[in-house]
């Protein structure tokens, strides 16, 4: 989306065609940066083969795993991890900020992905136990919502009122604290999992909420969810629980317009419309919140309908790498009229439940967002960083150069064409020295990893993100979003099948709905003309 | 297929546009006869839903249910299921021929389609245990050649030999019986199944051949294959056998080549190899040999790469219903010189296994099978017509005209127009009756049932089939088989990843493939020139 001379022809051309086609024609160049799926290779072997091709389980990948065993990788470099994860600690207690972001873009990036980049990690018991293994993923590749709705069927189960009486039809189960409607929590006051989320055999149906450790001190607050980050934070949690707001808010407006309907077509019509509505969010504020150009996207499927693009989603490694942004994270929040470390906001919801969503809504897009980049990410975050960079070994990804290239852009030549100038002097200091501490560990440009090449870029003048994780989040974005299944050619585009699917109602709602911001107004009190938003409001263009 | 009209007009292009051309302008006409995939219907629900969308453990479909719950439908009428049935028995023991198949075309009928068209029939223990349910499916909705390597990786697991030595690396498990290579009997001598296919538990990890009883005088025949009904004859069980011996001959092949590979990657590659080798059968031989025109087709995959139809394979209740072919069977066989009735050839493998396999090939294409439609079906298949019917009607397949209707054809405006007239007076005679009789049960033709309508029609001039089934089978297999992972843009389109996946050697194979006689010639001794063939050696165009 690095679209400055696009921007301008979109500008002109808008006129003259219509900014459907504008969209269309800019998503299309987006997406075709690269090869598009289907992707012939996957992350559980280093050839072509069905079982690779077949078993979603693992990871796709764009770039085959490299070193290739059987070509020589004379130029392959991995420096010590330790080493590595150095270049991303933010050394002086100063993280540098983001000129367009608030606090509540990464919440909301978070929360996104987390719903379908999902690495497999463990889950202690009594919860369903995997092993952990970082080539495969428990994700539908699809988005879903399946931290608010979970990931498999048995999950949605639990997490829907059984045998609901009426006024109760196709609802999530919730509870209102203080007046305010959250969902259930998962324990009970003694620690223990509440029954009614285990299975006949006491096994827990939901996945352990993903980091938590027994006598962690917000245990009693976490949610009982879709999702294993779900209650990652209260960023997450309040962006989850205004989901399941409006799901049951929806439900009873179908409830009432459609009192012969059974409890599963309320709730289905209901959710039909809620993923809609997220996936509207998520091109139109979100995407347009890392768009640098003038042109404001929107969220038409038609452009997927026929596209060459249409395919399967199936997340990929790469994907699963380039969408760990802790840097945008600032060390400290100003929460409630407090500064409170961003360590402490683990895995604990007591801030969400005792401010409200209204509040704490208000107060994350009241918090600037750090710079994504190297030497930015808060302390809390670095052992992360290593579990990603070994992520990315364990996988064999390729070089950051070859990721350029395969994205249809220029190889960097230097380190020091890397990391980019700046016009104030210091951080043009910061640069030059991180390009010196590059080229020590790893010698030539072309021996640099993915991971850290992704993070070294400068951001983009107008946007959050960097150029190269910039193209590779559009072209996932709109080559994932608009091809789910709601908004196919047959469902969406077919106007006796869409309104079959959302009801005039449901259709309504979506159309009435661009932003967090318009949900959040319907499902609090007191929000007022308060601001919430992804974009500062002291943003200007660069 | 009914192309005369587009077969003078591809006759007349193909001098100047070329074959490839015709062949992607025909088969897109043929898969744009009805809307395309995705589905947005499917068994599970009567509305269109998430988990409608998602969950492929039910059946896709072509057509909403019918009647729709909320639509009044007057005309809807299901006569008693016997006297259904009953419109599809052969009355005098005179089944009329079909002039074109001989019965090796039933015979890949039922292999090919037994791999993705798998309705949800029960295992009984220590099989993995399965409820009946007629709304859903075992199916993987791809061409896999699950019959011989499983629809799992457990069973795939188990039909391989392991930790195999030089020599061995990448084959299936299989016997000499006579010299000749079979799979492995599935029981010992004493009726119990073999350990080596089940898991640690004891529980088999192979599915129950499909009616298999206890005492069965076939028993002990029974081979150890992926599918459940891929034992369900000999005629089936031989071109298991083929592909078995087919793959292990290219696994050799790849072994002496690559002396490098493991076990994994042989294995790998020559699946890639046979799946792709199977699809080029089902369009040049089996395609061929129902296409009613004088343009033979030709499995290009180039046709599918950006085809608007190229969406994952779904199998729908329309198409589980549609191939039941079960008037293609003669009651009797003439095989290794004796008449045989066909009742006796279920699920019994000795004639294969006596007769050799490039005799049976010989015996069964020497067999002339039966004609397709109503009054034709041998004795021993009647129950299952009865089945048939109550799975269309406990899925609420709509009406025979309502697909007419989807697939861009006329409605039959009545009984005689549905059954055609022949210039044969005692045929005719017959078509009369039927007509009469379906009238009687039916009362107007808008009420006729799909499964009945389907074969109440003639047999469609030069091919084996009537005319709507015809173009449902045509839509569907080029849709399904072109669009195969391994045949993507990315894989079979991409010369660097096409040799990665199949080799020089595994192209080299399949290029010199057209036809099953090409790899029968190749696994056997004795085949001589004697006729293999799908299509009738005294055939003439009508």
Chains 1, 2 share one sequence.
């Not at 949610?223 to 294993?228: C, Q």
């Not at 919801?349 to 509040?359: H, Q």
Request: proline share 6%.
């Amino acid at each position: 989306m690095s679209l400055s001379f696009e921007s301008l022809v979109a500008g002109a051309l808008t006129a003259v065609v219509g900014q459907d086609e504008i969209n269309a024609l800019l998503i299309n160049s987006l997406v075709e940066k690269a090869r598009t799926r289907p992707h012939p290779w996957s992350t559980r072997y280093p050839y072509i083969c069905w079982t690779g091709l077949t078993d979603r389980t693992y990871d796709a990948r764009l770039l085959p795993a490299y070193p290739y065993p059987e070509v020589d990788a004379p130029k392959t470099r991995r420096p010590p991890i330790q080493d590595v994860v150095q270049l991303f600690e933010e050394p002086t207690g100063q993280q540098r900020e983001c000129p367009k972001s608030t606090c509540l873009f990464p919440a909301f990036a978070q929360y996104l992905t987390d719903g379908f980049i999902r690495t497999r990690v463990s889950n202690p018991a009594p919860f369903h136990t995997f092993d952990d293994d970082r080539r495969r993923t428990t994700s539908n590749h699809d988005i879903d919502l399946s931290p608010l709705y979970g990931r498999t069927e048995a999950q949605t189960n639990v997490l829907r009122v059984k045998d609901p009486g009426p006024g109760q039809k196709g609802r999530l189960k919730s509870q209102l604290i203080k007046k305010e409607e959250f969902p259930l929590y998962l324990f009970d006051q003694n620690g223990k999992m509440d029954p009614q989320f285990a299975d006949a055999s006491g096994a827990a149906v939901l996945d352990w909420p993903l980091g938590l450790k027994e006598g962690a001190p917000g245990k009693a607050t976490i949610f009982a969810v879709g999702g294993d980050r779900a209650n990652a934070n209260p960023q997450v949690a309040m962006i989850n629980t205004l989901f399941l707001r409006e799901h049951n808010r929806l439900a009873g407006l179908l409830e009432k317009r459609f009192g012969a309907w059974d409890d599963e077509r309320i709730f289905q019509t209901a959710r039909n419309v809620v993923i809609v509505m997220f996936i509207k969010i998520v091109v139109e504020e979100y995407i347009n919140h890392i768009n640098t150009s003038l042109f404001k996207f929107i969220a038409n499927p038609q452009v997927a309908w026929h596209a060459k693009w249409n395919r399967p989603n199936w997340m990929t490694a790469e994907f699963g790498l380039l969408y760990r942004w802790h840097s945008l994270i600032p060390e400290n929040f100003v929460l409630d009229g407090k500064t409170v470390n961003g360590v402490s906001l683990v895995l604990d919801n007591s801030l969400l439940i005792n401010t409200g969503l209204a509040n704490t809504f208000v107060d994350i897009s009241a918090n600037n967002a750090a710079e994504l980049g190297l030497q930015n990410s808060p302390s809390f975050l670095w052992q992360i960083e290593a579990n990603s960079v070994q992520q990315a070994r364990t996988n064999n990804i390729s070089t950051f150069n070859a990721y350029r290239e395969a994205m249809s852009m220029d190889r960097v030549a230097s380190f020091e064409e890397l990391v980019g100038e700046s016009d104030d002097e210091p951080e043009n200091d910061r640069r030059r020295q991180l390009a010196r501490r590059l080229e020590e560990l790893y010698g030539d440009i072309d021996n640099l990893e993915f991971y850290v090449g992704l993070f070294a870029e400068p951001r983009v003048k107008n946007g959050p993100l960097p150029e190269l994780l910039m193209a590779m989040v559009a072209m996932d974005a709109f080559s994932q979003a608009l091809t789910n299944p709601l908004l196919s050619e047959h469902v969406y585009g077919d106007p006796g099948n869409r309104e079959l699917a959302f009801t005039d109602l449901g259709l309504q709602e979506i159309e009435a709905t661009t932003c967090l911001k318009d949900i959040l107004a319907r499902n609090s009190s007191g929000l007022g003309d308060r601001f919430v938003g992804m974009t500062r409001q002291d943003w200007h263009r660069e």
